[in-house]
């Protein structure tokens, strides 16, 4: 009797806990939802209704996010979704597990968090000291699997790449925030702490030019990829800094790079006037025809986007199997040179 009293006391607690669980849970899409909701006009429900009409007309090409193989990924070279390249199988699970389920339903993650530089050289050291390069991750990305790819980036580039970790929330709330900027072209707080992050990095880069011990006959740079939702938020971030500091010179010290980008403009300046004859720092973006996320983003009303698009033939939405791997083959440089096909292994 007491054994099966003791039973009932655990699963009634077990209970609780999930129940809790559970509404923090909803209490999480429900905020996300919220923040869409508070920046609906009519203007913004028919952009977003053109999306939903564009996404069904491409629905096709959802079922080829991981590939014509969808089971290669797991175990090819330099995959992403390959085990070999976690720390251990806990970090493999939990980016897995990340990609479809919220595991802190506790708290919403509202900021972009600079992670460990990831270098791929032998040497460990820069080929490049006067220029430093970051990545911004898409959704569904867990603080391992960003590394894993700033790590090929490494590779691909021959130069030390930062994440900037773009934090996932869970599959439901991750789209709502990537709508939210991208069709109701609200300033997230995501794009707003990334904002911050790149001209404070400028500003860095400024106080380096101006010191009389630095080679100025070396390029200063500022390097940022964006995959993915990475797209939406570098539209809005460098929209953003384009209506703050157009007239500033340091934005010619900034390059923008996107891979599968769903952005479906850059830059985008929400709900302002883009300055006259502003300059745009410069960009260039990458997609395969077959990505879906791509269809809908950057190839789906390319007048929109500043910066040439380099296309090639392919499904597959993962940064390092689907695009990485193609991009160090030159295979997005058929028709014309890409300039960040120059920067490949570590040269300027």
């Keep these: 009797m007491e054994a099966i009293t003791q039973e009932r006391k655990s699963t009634g607690l077990a209970t609780k806990m999930l129940t809790y669980c559970w509404w923090k849970a909803i209490g999480k899409i429900d905020t996300s939802k919220d923040n869409l909701i508070d920046t609906l006009d009519s203007s913004k429900v028919c952009v977003f209704l053109g999306t ?14 991981l590939g014509d193989n969808p089971i290669e990924p797991f175990y ?24 479809a389920f919220d595991l ?45 790819n700033a790590r090929m980036l490494s590779k691909v580039f021959g130069r030390p790449i930062t994440p ?8 439901l709330p991750d789209i709502f925030e990537a709508i939210t ?44 990829i964006g995959h993915s939702q990475g797209g939406i938020i570098l539209s809005n971030v460098v929209g953003k ?64 986007t500043k910066g040439n698009v380099f296309e090639k033939k392919g499904s597959g939405h993962l940064l390092n199997y689907h695009y990485l791997r193609d991009f160090l083959e030159g295979k997005y440089d058929v028709t014309q040179p890409s300039h960040l096909s120059t920067l490949r292994n570590g040269k300027r």
């Design 241 to 304: 800094l384009i209506l703050e500091h157009h007239k500033d010179p340091l934005l010619n010290h900034l390059e923008v790079y996107t891979f599968a980008s769903a952005h479906d403009e850059y830059p985008s300046f929400g709900n302002q006037k883009g300055p006259s004859n502003y300059l745009s720092p410069f960009t260039e973006h990458f997609a395969n025809d077959g990505d879906f996320v791509a269809r809908l983003g950057v190839l789906h009303e390319t007048d929109k």
């Design 76 to 99: 090819g070279e330099d995959s992403e979704l390959n085990r070999k390249n976690y720390p251990n199988t806990a970090s493999y699970l939990i980016t897995l597990l990340k990609a």
């Design 52 to 65: 939903v009409s564009s996404g069904l007309k491409e629905i096709h090409t959802l079922p080829k996010a």
């Design 164 to 171: 900037l970790h773009n934090p996932t929330n869970g599959m």
């Design 104 to 148: 802190s339903p506790f708290m919403i993650q509202k900021k972009i968090k600079c992670l460990s530089e990831q270098n791929y050289r032998d040497d460990n050291q820069n080929p490049t000291p006067n220029e430093k390069w970051f990545f911004i991750n898409g959704i569904c990305t867990s603080k391992d699997m960003a590394k894993e």
């Design 181 to 224: 900027g991208r069709d109701f072209d609200k300033y997230t707080n995501i794009a707003r702490t990334a904002k911050n992050l790149i001209w404070d990095e400028l500003q860095q880069l400024k106080v380096h030019t101006i010191d009389k011990n630095t080679d100025t006959n070396h390029h200063h740079k500022i390097v940022v």
